[in-house]
């Protein structure tokens, strides 16, 4: 319906008689002869090719300009007819045998349409328009260190911004499920902040094949054709790229568990940004060493916050022990991290289930258990560093111990708890309050069914970052009656206490 406005909207401008309609033009087309027209001239519909015609058409288009080409045609290449479009990279797209309706965009400087015939019979028409991208679509800045949906482009086009005045290090998100993205082939990379100041430079399925980073600080994508891609984009600062042996970013979404074959024979390393698109958790439960492929001496695997470009420390480190199964589940309240393997081929999964049965797993303590609680703010800066915990087993009784190793609290009022004791129904315990010259760096240890690990507050440059392990108890019936009085809790509380 479109492409029938615009064909009658030219036509009231328009005369030129069918005879001379496959006339071809000495001088390039270009948007001042009018934003839109067709050949055959004059013509709406397929119309027939005269035989021993060869004609390129040969089209200027203006810096910050696309075309848009709209070719249908009925013809038979085995009598030697031959019609092609050759966009601005020079990459002819052949139209095939016999009937077929191609849809093409070019950029600027350049683009060509040649017919070519032996025949009498084939037949053609197309329709093409210039498009001024800026009057079209929204341009809209993504800074370095963040995801973007390709499946989001709808009148806008994007550029990656570093304001680290860093080169642009594209890179693709796919699910390990999702086959090779063929749409990938669609959208334009321009590599500038602005399609007037620059020329497209690739199809984004090649720029990642190929060059993967800009010149400047800001590389440019605008999907003209409308598709809507599954895959993620992730523009990261070059300099903070360079420096791993390589870089990949993996793609996950809700409730989906996720398994990953990792290598890397480096001391820099291998980094792996993996991305929760509509989650903010992910739980950790395997990571296996495959001996063969592993420095045992030498390797480690750090996850860090955020992606590369946010330049952040590293919050868990594994190496390889006989105890690595006993650090697993661990909970990671991120919606993305980075893991950067050392010296390993490993075996990971990551689960993003919100399921019930997960967070029960996630809280059933075991003999030899081990892990980590974080506030989320540690992971990303813009999330609060509330949470609360409480690790139980009704059946058996544990030995927890709890070590605090980092805590900043920024509000009044907010406070870090860890409660420790008989099953919670019990509902007795006792509190111990730590003020600011207790020393809560050290070690506690308590007997109980459950343990409570909880920060309450709401300030987002609060956090605390708290260990756990865990030993079962093996108390005969009547001791366990006995022990069962002796509450052990402990409640931490930072008032008005700030630390830097
Ligand atoms: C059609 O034209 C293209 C480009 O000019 C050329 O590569 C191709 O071989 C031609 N095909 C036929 C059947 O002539
Ligand atoms: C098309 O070509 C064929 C053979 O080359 C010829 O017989 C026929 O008359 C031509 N038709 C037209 C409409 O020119
Ligand atoms: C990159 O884009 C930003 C925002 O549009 C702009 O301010 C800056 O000048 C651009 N940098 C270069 C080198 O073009
Ligand atoms: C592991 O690292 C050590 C120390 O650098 C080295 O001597 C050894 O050859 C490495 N082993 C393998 C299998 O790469
Ligand atoms: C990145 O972090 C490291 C260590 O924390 C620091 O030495 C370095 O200066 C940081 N780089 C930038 C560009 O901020
Ligand atoms: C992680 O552990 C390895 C091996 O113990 C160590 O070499 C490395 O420095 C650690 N990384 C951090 C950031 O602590
Ligand atoms: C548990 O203790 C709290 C406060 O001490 C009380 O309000 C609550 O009713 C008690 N719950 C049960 C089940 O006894």
Not at 86 to 102: A, E, R, W
Not at 233 to 257: C, E, H, M, P, W
Not at 406 to 427: F, H, M, Q, W, Y
Request: aromatic share 16%; hydrophobic share 40%; charged share 15%.
């Amino acid at each position: 319906m479109f492409f029938i406005t615009l064909i009658l909207d030219f036509l009231t401008y328009t005369s030129i008689s069918a005879e001379n309609s496959f006339v071809c033009p000495s001088n390039f087309i270009t948007a001042e002869s009018g934003p839109i027209g067709v050949i055959p001239y004059g013509r709406v519909g397929l119309s027939v090719i005269p035989a021993l015609y060869d004609c390129a058409y040969n089209f200027y288009v203006y810096p910050g300009w696309a075309l848009h080409f709209s070719i249908s045609t009925h013809y038979d290449q085995l009598l030697g007819d031959n019609i092609t479009f050759t966009d601005s990279l020079g990459v002819v797209h052949i139209l095939i045998t016999p009937n077929q309706h191609i849809d093409q965009w070019s950029s600027a400087p350049s683009a060509i349409l040649h017919i070519n015939t032996i025949s009498n019979t084939s037949q053609m028409f197309a329709i093409y328009e210039f498009v001024n991208i800026a009057k079209k679509y929204q341009h809209v800045l993504i800074p370095t260190g963040e995801y973007f949906s390709l499946g989001n482009m709808k009148n806008r086009y994007y550029t990656f911004h570093s304001k680290d005045k860093d080169r642009v290090a594209l890179n693709i998100a796919v699910k390990n499920t999702q086959d090779y993205d063929a749409l990938l082939d669609f959208i334009f990379v321009y590599d500038c902040g602005d399609v007037t100041n620059c020329r497209m430079v690739a199809r984004l399925s090649n720029f990642l094949k190929r060059q993967k980073y800009s010149t400047s600080n800001n590389i440019t994508i605008v999907n003209f054709y409308d598709v809507k891609s599954p895959s993620y984009l992730i523009g990261n600062d070059f300099s903070k790229i360079v420096v791993f042996s390589k870089y990949k970013a993996i793609l996950t979404s809700r409730n989906q568990r996720t398994t990953g074959e990792l290598f890397d024979a480096s001391d820099q390393g291998t980094a792996y940004t993996w991305i929760c698109s509509d989650c903010q958790h992910f739980y950790w439960t395997v990571l296996k060493f495959h001996k063969s492929k592993t420095n045992i001496s030498k390797t480690y695997i750090e996850l860090r916050p955020l992606s590369p470009t946010y330049n952040t420390s590293t919050l868990l480190n594994y190496t390889m022990s006989s105890a690595l199964d006993s650090y697993f589940p661990q909970l990671i309240p991120a919606r993305m991290f980075t893991m950067i393997n050392h010296y390993s081929g490993i075996a990971v999964t990551l689960d993003t289930s919100l399921t019930q049965s997960m967070a029960e797993k996630w809280l059933k303590p075991y003999d030899g258990r081990r892990g980590t609680i974080f506030s989320p703010s540690l992971w990303d800066p813009f999330t609060a560093p509330a949470f609360s915990f409480q690790f139980e087993d009704r059946d058996q009784k544990f030995m927890f111990g709890v070590n605090v190793k980092d805590v900043r609290i920024s509000a009044t009022g907010e406070s870090l708890t860890i409660k420790t004791g008989p099953t919670a129904s019990n509902n007795f315990s006792y509190k111990e309050f730590v003020s600011e010259s207790t020393d809560y760096w050290t070690r506690r240890e308590a007997k109980g069914n459950f343990m409570q690990i909880s920060y309450d507050g709401w300030d987002r440059n609060s956090m605390a970052v708290v260990s756990f392990d865990m030993k079962q108890i093996n108390f005969k019936k009547s001791e366990l009656t006995i022990s069962m009085i002796i509450v052990i809790c402990f409640y931490l509380k930072f008032s008005n206490f700030i630390y830097s």
